[in-house]
């Protein structure tokens, strides 16, 4: 992994969040291996485990290799009312998988999540930092064929 | 400063920045300056303006004329129209209804810059008497006035639990001799809550300038603004604010020569609504797992590395600096006797405009729906109320006339909690609703204690059940016997929530429940 991620940070037990995000930042696919938990645990002196205990408890965090786009669709309340059910079902016809899925051609993580604080569209997404809201049907075609087409 | 004839906002918050925002930008200031009028007419990039769904806005002042959903194309057509003929162009018109400055009323305390002043301008904030509060408070007043000032005020926290701010640092305030902590809440997560997130994009020195008043006021030297890992802008504007504060002297060593030190760190979340409790969020700060911790000691005592730590909410602190400035008599001739001041709603759902605002508390549900919320959508009939948040209660239509304040609210059985107001017509079903308040809280609950983490999944099970036709005599008494269990031996607030919307679903809205049941 690349060691500029660590010169940026004071081998200090608080930093251990923020390395994660930058770790998972700058990985092509998105997630923290098993590898960089070693390293990390290398660099601050404290056991994988424990690293691996916050991995999985912040849901921004993936220990699996993720798509290029990491689309996460709010399943709170607010968007929930606003048919939020329906635009996942759209998204997995569209993209052929569940949630919790990535593509086969690794462009695209289907992820749900608990509310993103911009319910006056709901429903919304993100897709990676992007935020796309008042979704329908129609949007979510034109957002999926606008990314690739920008791709190929 | 240059002084202008217009000052122009664009809307530049997440929406807006997916209609090609832009390119409207660059092409706007190009047709200024093909007219001359760069000279006359600043254009500023905005956080949000305060309303939603309205494509990428602009709002010219002095005039207070709004325009939205703009396209390009309609560019020529402004500048020609309004900024040279002076004649406002009607088809872009926001209707005077939806105005966010109708909505904002009056007097607002905490959003009285948004949208107004540049949020990434200091100086901005400065012309507009920002950190005179905090310059009052460090040559004039002692640490124990300020902290007496905010109890006089009964400041109650704005997160959810409504604690006095005051008494609450009154605690941290008389330990002495030790390292403090001041911590502000930004982990905004209860659903349908977004009022912080608009603070700290809108006006990030306010929430800045109140946190250092807080902090000097408890003896803190060190302080952390928590941020909820999505909110970049929030992150991104906050750190430009400190850098800036850190450049004028208002924070670092010996502040203004008076041996006050006080730095301040932005910490970023990681996806988890329990880091909203306080001793979890203290937990997530030292770069643990969330779980919050045994109470007492509160942190107030022990907290980040077992050092006193006040922990409060952004919108709590953004009201520190007009409290210190103008004085707690002022503060409290606004809201009620139990609840002074104004609170930050957001309205959401079956409305015409879903949005924010700030209004006085103890302003009706009524009165927030119709005039801030522009009534309900498409004229179909109001059904209920969720109020605030997951973590709230529903209310039906006898409860229209609520004041939106603890008090009136708890006679209801009802909590004020976040500010969240979900808002459902005689479509919605709350079956599905009450599934998905349950879901959320299944996913959310941190696995610490055994009440929060099997309570919630079987709720789930039960309601699953119930809402796909499967449900049977008995599930509703259930649910309600096993949320009761969970709230009195569940560790935190989480695992004690879910009975209010469960028992306050089945109170007003039994008969659709019954409906569903084999």
């Keep these: 992994m690349d060691q500029e991620i660590f010169q940026k940070f004071l081998p200090e037990k608080e930093n251990l969040i923020s390395i994660l995000h930058t770790i998972q930042d700058n990985h092509p696919e998105h997630y923290i291996s098993k590898e960089a938990i070693k390293e990390v645990g290398d660099f601050l002196k404290i056991p994988v485990n424990q690293i691996q205990s916050v991995v999985s408890f912040y849901s921004m965090f993936s220990s699996k290799p993720r798509g290029k786009y990491i689309i996460r669709l709010c399943e709170s309340p607010p968007c929930f009312l606003k048919g939020s059910e329906k635009i996942l079902e759209k998204l997995q016809k569209i993209l052929g998988i569940e949630a919790g899925e990535t593509t086969k051609d690794k462009m695209f993580t289907l992820e749900l999540t608990s509310c993103l604080g911009i319910c006056g569209n709901a429903p919304v997404m993100m897709i990676n930092d992007d935020v796309y809201g008042d979704l329908n049907d129609e949007k979510i075609e034109k957002i999926i064929k606008s990314i690739l087409g920008g791709q190929r | 400063m240059k002084f202008y004839r217009n000052q122009v906002l664009l809307s530049i918050d997440n929406p807006s920045l997916q209609e090609n925002y832009l390119i409207i930008d660059s092409f706007l200031r190009q047709e200024l300056a093909k007219q001359n009028l760069d000279d006359e007419i600043n254009v500023l990039d905005k956080g949000s303006l305060g309303f ?53 009323e009056k007097r607002r305390i905490v959003l009285e810059n948004s949208g107004i002043i540049d949020p990434e301008n200091i100086d901005e904030y400065l012309a507009v008497g920002g950190y005179e509060a905090w310059e009052k408070a460090l040559m004039e007043m002692e640490p124990t006035q300020i902290v007496d000032e905010v109890r006089d005020a009964v400041l109650r926290g704005r997160g959810g639990a409504g604690f006095p701010a005051g008494v609450k640092w009154n605690f941290t305030e008389i330990l002495k001799g030790i390292q403090k902590y001041f911590v502000i809440n930004a982990d905004e997560g209860e659903p349908g809550t977004f009022k912080d ?34 909110y970049k802008l929030c992150i991104a504007r906050l750190q430009k604010a400190i850098d800036q504060a850190r450049e004028y002297g208002l924070i670092g060593k010996n502040i203004f020569g008076k041996g006050f030190d006080l730095e301040i760190e932005i910490k970023i979340g990681a996806g988890a609504y329990v880091c909203g409790e306080e001793t979890a969020l203290i937990e997530s700060i030292e770069g643990k797992r969330g779980n919050p911790r045994f109470k007492p000691p509160f942190p107030g005592v022990k907290g980040i590395w077992q050092k006193p730590t006040v922990v409060n909410n952004v919108e709590t602190i953004a009201n520190i600096p007009s409290i210190i400035k103008k004085g707690a008599k002022w503060f409290k001739s606004f809201g009620t006797d139990d609840c002074p001041g104004s609170k930050i709603f957001t309205i959401l759902g079956d409305v015409t405009n879903p949005g924010l605002c700030e209004v006085d508390l103890g302003t009706s549900l009524r009165t927030v729906i119709n005039e801030y919320g522009g009534g309900m959508k498409d004229g179909k009939k109001f059904k209920a109320a969720l109020i605030g948040g997951a973590a709230g209660v529903f209310l039906n239509e006898e409860h229209l006339d609520v004041a939106l304040c603890r008090k009136n609210l708890h006679e209801h059985g009802a909590v004020l909690g976040s500010g969240a107001i979900l808002v459902m017509n005689e479509e919605a079903s709350i079956v599905d609703i009450m599934y998905s308040v349950i879901k959320f809280f299944r996913h959310e609950s941190c696995g610490k204690c055994s009440p929060c983490r099997l309570g919630n999944e079987q709720l789930y099970q039960l309601i699953s059940k119930i809402r796909f036709g499967k449900g049977k005599a008995g599930d509703l008494e259930k649910m309600v016997s096993i949320s009761e269990a969970m709230q009195k031996t569940s560790f935190c607030a989480l695992g004690q929530s879910p009975v209010m919307s469960i028992k306050s679903a089945f109170k007003y809205f039994k008969p659709e429940f019954e409906r569903v049941l084999n």
């Excluded at chain 2, 990428?56 to 500048?79: C, F, G, L, R, W």
């Design chain 2, 52 to 104: 939603a769904g309205t494509g990428v806005s602009m709002m010219i002042y002095p005039e207070q004329v709004t325009y939205i959903n703009i396209t390009k194309a309609d560019i020529p057509e402004i500048v020609r129209e309004h900024f040279i003929k002076g004649l406002q162009v009607n088809r872009l018109l926001m209707e005077e209804a939806i105005k966010p400055f109708k909505r904002a």
């Design chain 2, 197 to 230: 997130r608009l603070i700290m994009e809108g006006d990030p020195h306010k929430l800045l300038e109140g946190l250092i008043i807080a902090s000097y006021a408890v003896g803190a030297t060190k302080a952390f603004i928590y941020i909820r890992g999505e």
